[in-house]
C-alpha cells in the first residue's frame, strides 16, 4: 500500500493560514505533529482535512501547576484508508505525552503509527538520551507496519553517510545511527539510494 507520510515540529500555540497552505500542499493521509498545543490540535482537527486524529494531550492532559514545556504535546490526524483503532503513550518515558502511539488499519493492512520528541539536553540534560534510548528499545520489540516522525534533537551534524555522524549523546545512534537497534529505515535516506541525483545536486 502507497500513502503520503508527513511528520512536522509545529511550535506554534495556534493553527495559521501559513500552516494550513502547508498541510492543503502537502496533501498527506497521515500526519504526525510535534511540540502541538492542545488548541492548535483542536482548531486543525475543525478542518476538513483529515478524518481522524489523536492528541497525546487528551491522554495525559497537562496539569494546572505544569509549565509550557508539558502543555507541548504530540498529534497524529489520519484519513481513509486508514481508521484509529487504539491509542497509548509510552508511559515509562519521563515526558509520555511526548511519545504517542496510534494502532490504526484498513481494509488491506494495519499500521503503528507514532510521534516522537525528545526533549533538547540544553534544557532535560539526561532525560534526552534516556529517551531515544526508551524509544529506540520499544521500536526494536514492535512488529507489523511501523511508521514514525520524530523531532529528535539530534544528530549533532547529520551527514548524507551516516557512519558521519556526529552526536551529542552516545545513545543517541542506538534510534538515529547507521546500526540501530530497531529494524526500520529513514525515508530520507531510502529516496536519496533511489534517486541519487538528488542527493548529487544538494
Known amino acids: 500500500m502507497t500513502f503520503k507520510f508527513g511528520s512536522w515540529n509545529v511550535n506554534s500555540r495556534h493553527l495559521k493560514g501559513g500552516h494550513v497552505d502547508l498541510l492543503r500542499h502537502a496533501d498527506c493521509d497521515v500526519l504526525a505533529l510535534q511540540e502541538a498545543t492542545a488548541d492548535f490540535h483542536a482548531e486543525l482537527a475543525a478542518l476538513p482535512l483529515f478524518e481522524w486524529s489523536v492528541s497525546s494531550l487528551t491522554l495525559r492532559p497537562a496539569k494546572p501547576e505544569e509549565k509550557r514545556a508539558r502543555q507541548l504535546g504530540c498529534s497524529i490526524f489520519g484519513r481513509s484508508p486508514f481508521r484509529s483503532l487504539s491509542s497509548e503513550l509510552l508511559n515509562q518515558l519521563a ?3 511526548r511519545a504517542l502511539v496510534v494502532r490504526a488499519g484498513s481494509t488491506a493492512s494495519q499500521l503503528t503509527i507514532c ?3 525528545a526533549p533538547p539536553g540544553a534544557n532535560w540534560g539526561k532525560i534526552k538520551p534516556q529517551t531515544l534510548k526508551a524509544i529506540a528499545e520499544w521500536l526494536a520489540l514492535q512488529g507489523g507496519n511501523i511508521v514514525f516522525g520524530i523531532d529528535a534533537n539530534a544528530p549533532k551534524t547529520d551527514r548524507s553517510n551516516q557512519l558521519e555522524n556526529e552526536w551529542w549523546w552516545d545513545e ?6 547507521a546500526t540501530p537497534v ?3 529505515r529513514d525515508a530520507l535516506r531510502i529516496f536519496f539510494e533511489q534517486k541519487p541525483e538528488v542527493l548529487a545536486a544538494i
Open 95 to 97: 515526558f509520555p505525552e
Open 172 to 177: 543517541e545512534p542506538l534510534l538515529l545511527g
Open 182 to 184: 530497531h529494524q526500520l
Open 115 to 117: 510521534s516522537f520528541h
